[in-house]
């Protein structure tokens, strides 16, 4: 498997990959989250976990067990820590923190490194001080505006850390332990971003019943009000004035988020009487993804907030112009006018999808430029590489003692 992203990314990114991964062959890791599917992080460690076996780094990956009303409040602390309002009173603390404690039974955190994602397992890290091993915070929020009252009531976990991972400079925050920044990746050999036949994608089109008759605007994301898809709707009916087109919000629901259900029924009612909206549930379903992206003329990704947005380095391997806003990761995925445009507003949005679709060359300059930024920045050997040393790096004072 290793071997066929050499053609992609050269072979000294792979022998560097072989060389690191030999170092940790006596090293296990653990990662933790709280889904399986849905969202980037699902989609991150499904591509990443296999790799790293294949590396002979001994890897396993768990999911944390929660019910309902802990999700309601994890999504809550999620909202919080990307700086949104939300009320988190002293029983759903209660039911978050004894959540944790539940799960700290179940899950067996021995592996040499435990890799612990956001915040729904933080609370893990009680089961450290029984341990020698290494533990690591993988933030993947933005949490640079973040509640100060939240992100204090997650403190006490979070500096017990041997380390904290963020997206990018801008998302963290001071704590006393080490920081790196590490941001995610795409996978270009997964069903999600591969190369795909012309029929995969007129079959994909002809299974969700779009015409390919007019210019398509698209949106993947989980139908979440922080993805902004009614913004979406309203951008595309500004376009619509100028420029016959249609738009696909297509998005799937993810295990951790009981707030999508509400999201998908107002965009529903948003969308209703317009049959060039097309309002599509392609959950887990990556090559209808990878499909639908292709098929698209511009892709939107109108985020009020933002982690990093994998999306948007998605649309930009395949080639694709971008309008995104300038939120969370967006800007490092897209320097404004060279990889793609940034947006501050449904109007500026709006503006940016007409020029785009009116002008065909300069949208397929943007995307190209765009494709070769995800090829030097945001693939998973670039990521992989990352983690490898920062594995290193927590054992490196063991290592030289020994050596
Ligand atoms: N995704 C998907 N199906 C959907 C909606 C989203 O496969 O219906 C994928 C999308 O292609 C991307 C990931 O879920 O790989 C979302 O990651 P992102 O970082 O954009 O946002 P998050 O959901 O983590 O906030």
């Known amino acids: 498997m290793l071997d066929r992203y050499e053609s992609i990314v050269g072979k000294g990114v792979i022998d560097e990959l072989r060389l690191l991964s030999d170092r940790l062959r006596n090293r296990s890791v653990q990662h933790i989250n709280s889904t399986a599917v849905g969202g980037g992080v699902a989609e991150i460690l499904n591509r990443m ?153 007129d079959e994909t089109l002809l299974h969700y019943d779009i015409k390919n008759d007019k210019p398509m605007i698209t949106q993947i994301s989980r139908f979440d009000y922080l993805k902004d898809p009614i913004g979406v709707i309203e951008v595309y009916r500004k376009v619509k004035r100028y420029v016959d087109c249609q738009l696909a919000l297509a998005g799937g629901v993810a295990a951790d988020d009981p707030e999508s259900a509400e999201v998908l029924q107002t965009v529903k009612r948003s969308a209703e009487g317009d049959q060039d909206i097309h309002i599509l549930l392609m959950p887990h379903n990556d090559i209808h993804v990878n499909a639908l992206q292709r098929a698209s003329t511009v892709i939107i990704q109108k985020s009020v907030r933002e982690g990093f947005g994998l999306t948007v380095s998605e649309a930009l391997w395949k080639g694709k112009p971008v309008v995104a806003s300038a939120v969370g990761g967006i800007p490092l995925q897209i320097r404004h006018k060279y990889h793609g445009l940034l947006c501050h507003s449904i109007d500026g949005a709006a503006l940016a999808v007409k020029q785009l679709l009116q002008n065909p060359e300069y949208a397929k300059r943007l995307g190209a430029n765009g494709r070769e930024h995800v090829r030097q920045n945001f693939l998973l050997t670039r990521h992989l590489r990352e983690y490898l040393l920062l594995f290193l790096s927590l054992y490196s004072m063991e290592d030289i003692i020994y050596l």
């Open 49 to 201: 976990v296999p790799l790293l076996k294949e590396l002979g780094v001994n890897t396993r990956w768990d999911v944390i067990k929660g019910g309902e009303q802990f999700f309601e409040v994890t999504k809550k602390i999620h909202n919080a820590l990307h700086g949104m309002r939300e009320a988190i009173t002293p029983e759903m603390w209660d039911i978050f923190w004894k959540t944790g404690e539940d799960n700290a039974r179940e899950i067996e955190c021995s592996a040499d490194i435990m890799f612990i994602h956001d915040p729904q397992p933080i609370a893990l890290i009680n089961q450290k001080a029984a341990r020698q091993n290494r533990w690591i915070w993988r933030c993947h929020i933005d949490i640079s505006n973040a509640q100060t009252r939240v992100l204090d009531a997650l403190r006490s976990c979070i500096i017990r850390y041997d380390a904290a991972i963020f997206s990018a400079p801008s998302f963290a925050k001071e704590f006393p332990i080490r920081q790196f920044l590490i941001s995610p990746s795409i996978d270009p050999l997964s069903d999600k971003n591969r190369e795909l036949p012309q029929e995969v994608i």
